[in-house]
């Protein structure tokens, strides 16, 4: 960021290039789902690749979430992961918006955990599809690497990351069994 006179923030070159490179943006209902999301930027920041986050609700602030998603559009942002618990209609309407991939994910935050979150993603009507992932923490993990792979066809960086993961997930199973099995 530079100092301009007068108190303005002008973002560097070096600020503009980072935030051009962003490839998703994380949405979430509530800052109360951020516990359960966190595995998507856990996962992004493992395969080092750029994100944004915000708080955003479908329900209560319908006009930032439209805003936000046009403007996430323009500024090259390819892959969206949207969170949300209850009558989770936020990844929906972020498709709405937006011809970008959008993975929702169904957040266990209600008396009913998470059910009625993953009936309101999964059965998005014929016409605007969100890519539904499991319900809470290993669906959040899940978005990230779903989210990559999409990516994965067009950076063949992001690709060996993948395979690299997959690779040192095999070779925990195996320690494990060499460890358990009898
Ligand atoms: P609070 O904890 O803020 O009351 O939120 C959020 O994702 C959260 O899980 C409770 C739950 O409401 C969800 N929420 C949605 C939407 N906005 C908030 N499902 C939406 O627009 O779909």
Same mark, same amino acid.
């Given at each position: 960021?530079?100092?301009?006179?007068?108190?303005?923030?002008?973002?560097s070159? !070096?600020?503009?290039?980072?935030a051009?490179?962003?490839?998703?943006?994380?949405? &979430?209902?509530?800052?109360?789902?951020?516990?359960s999301? #966190?595995?998507?930027?856990?996962?992004? #920041?493992?395969?080092?690749?750029?994100?944004?986050?915000?708080?955003?609700?479908?329900?209560?602030?319908?006009?930032?979430?439209?805003?936000?998603?046009?403007?996430?559009?323009?500024?090259?942002?390819?892959?969206?992961i949207?969170?949300?618990?209850?009558?989770?209609? %936020?990844?929906? &309407?972020?498709?709405?918006?937006?011809?970008?991939? &959008? !993975?929702? &994910?169904?957040?266990?935050?209600?008396? %009913?955990?998470?059910?009625d979150?993953?009936?309101?993603?999964?059965?998005?009507?014929?016409?605007?599809?969100?890519?539904?992932?499991?319900?809470?923490?290993?669906?959040?993990?899940?978005?990230?690497?779903?989210?990559?792979?999409?990516?994965?066809?067009?950076?063949?960086?992001?690709?060996?990351?993948?395979?690299d993961?997959?690779?040192?997930?095999?070779r925990?199973? #195996?320690?494990?069994?060499?460890?358990?099995?009898?």
């Amino acid at each position: 960021m530079c100092h301009a006179p007068g108190g303005l923030k002008i973002p560097s070159k !070096i600020d503009m290039f980072s935030a051009m490179s962003k490839k998703v943006a994380i949405i &979430v209902g509530s800052d109360s789902d951020l516990g359960s999301m #966190e595995g998507a930027w856990q996962v992004l #920041e493992d395969l080092g690749i750029e994100y944004e986050l915000r708080v955003a609700s479908a329900h209560r602030t319908p006009n930032k979430v439209k805003n936000y998603v046009q403007s996430a559009e323009r500024r090259g942002i390819e892959v969206i992961i949207a969170g949300a618990g209850w009558a989770a209609h %936020l990844p929906g &309407v972020v498709a709405a918006y937006t011809t970008i991939p &959008v !993975i929702g &994910v169904p957040v266990d935050s209600s008396a %009913l955990n998470g059910l009625d979150a993953l009936l309101s993603i999964v059965q998005m009507p014929p016409g605007i599809p969100v890519a539904t992932m499991a319900i809470g923490k290993g669906g959040s993990r899940n978005a990230a690497l779903y989210a990559a792979s999409i990516l994965a066809v067009k950076y063949p960086d992001i690709k060996k990351k993948i395979k690299d993961a997959r690779k040192q997930l095999a070779r925990k199973v #195996e320690r494990a069994a060499k460890k358990h099995d009898r």
